[in-house]
């Protein structure tokens, strides 16, 4: 059975640090990956996503993730965070053929000035 | 125009009520899947529908009861509301080869 770990619960960031957001996944086969972004009461957004290819993907607002099969990692990368990326992030795992998302717990993020 | 999207956003009633959430996508998409987000922020799948028929049920009380009417619909119906009930539902939909899921804003329902 697929699982995803977010070992981080909350992370504090300057604004215009750097960040990074791990998440560890387990899955046989070749995983499908995303990342969510969760504002304060609003839906998930996608943030990016991997199903093969290039191991480094880029997605919307300056994120990006690396996908590590040795280290069954696929971590959230950012060069400067912005006080609007304040959010809660999760890292979810799909399989082929409609199967359901299984997200980690998430990850809140706080930006300080 | 909103790819994924629900009503009420919004829901409070008392226990023992009867309610129910619509969502609607427009993107054609044959999947359609209700999450449930517990007060802790975590996202379970309830139940997931491919082409109108119920594929995937996890472990929920048969007071909650999917439907739908099309590919483009899946309706959520809960029945004798409990306190437990009360976290905030989200649906999603997929298709093609994406395999990304578009989710809804989701639904805070509080049961009181």
């Known amino acids: 059975a697929q699982s995803v770990t977010q070992p981080d619960i909350h992370i504090t960031v300057s604004e215009g640090a750097s960040l990074e957001l791990r998440c560890n996944y387990s899955?046989?086969?070749?995983?499908?990956l995303f990342w969510y972004v969760q504002s304060p009461g609003q839906g998930l957004q996608l943030l990016l996503k991997?199903?093969?290819?290039?191991?480094l993907v880029q997605g919307i607002k300056g994120f990006e993730a690396e996908f590590k099969r040795s280290q069954s990692s696929f971590n959230l990368r950012k060069p400067s965070v912005h006080w609007s990326d304040a959010a809660e992030y999760f890292c979810?795992?799909?399989?082929?053929?409609?199967?359901?998302?299984?997200f980690g717990k998430g990850t809140r993020l706080s930006v300080i000035a | 125009d909103t790819a994924v999207s629900q009503t009420p956003k919004y829901l409070v009633t008392q226990m023992g009520n009867d309610k129910s959430i619509k969502c609607e996508q427009n993107?054609?998409?044959?999947?359609m899947y209700w999450y449930k987000q517990d007060s802790k922020k975590f996202l379970k799948i309830m139940f997931s529908y491919n082409n109108k028929e119920l594929i995937i049920n996890e472990t929920v009380p048969n007071r909650f009861s999917p439907k739908s009417p099309d590919k483009a619909h899946l309706n959520l119906h809960i029945n004798s509301l409990e306190l437990g009930d009360s976290a905030v539902y989200f649906c999603a939909s997929t298709g093609g080869e994406a395999y990304e899921q578009y989710f809804g804003p989701g639904t805070r329902l509080t049961v009181t």
């Open positions: 993107l054609g998409h044959d999947t």
């Open positions: 899955y046989g086969a070749t995983p499908y």
């Open positions: 991997y199903f093969s290819g290039d191991t």
């Open positions: 979810a795992v799909g399989a082929p053929w409609r199967t359901p998302l299984v």
